[in-house]
């Protein structure tokens, strides 16, 4: 099994930043991609950034684009998600992802393994 754990998420002004983290434990794969995606009330889970665990290449979602960045830390098992520049529509419940394979998916079925999220508003 794997266990992720979401942590960061908070309340911020329009223009402001926050880091997501997702701490990734428990038997994990010799290969595996790590997504992040969020959900509004209302609205279907969306896709927001991905990124290949061996390699570091990343993948984001338009709408994220220049304002988010991906990172990982090895030795902490982390995958951290730099968000800047938020907006009143980043406001969700972001969640963390992983799937075998270091192909960066977009769809929500192909990831094998789902943290409890985490809730970031942000204000205008």
């Known amino acids: 099994q794997v266990q992720l754990v979401e942590s960061g998420g908070g309340l911020v002004q329009a223009g402001g930043s926050l880091r997501l983290s997702c701490a990734v434990s428990g038997r994990t794969f010799s290969s595996y991609a790590m997504g992040w995606f969020r959900q509004a009330p209302g609205k279907e889970r969306e896709f927001v950034a991905a990124?290949?665990?061996?390699?570091?290449?990343?993948y984001y979602a338009d709408s994220v684009k220049g304002r988010f960045t991906l990172s990982r830390d090895n030795a902490k098992n982390t995958v951290y998600l730099q968000m800047n520049s938020l907006k009143p529509e980043d406001t969700a419940v972001y969640y963390c992802a992983v799937r075998r394979g270091s192909f960066l998916s977009i769809l929500i079925y192909e990831y094998d393994y789902w943290g409890q999220g985490t809730q970031v508003t942000v204000s205008s």
């Open positions: 990124i290949s665990w061996s390699s570091g290449s990343t």
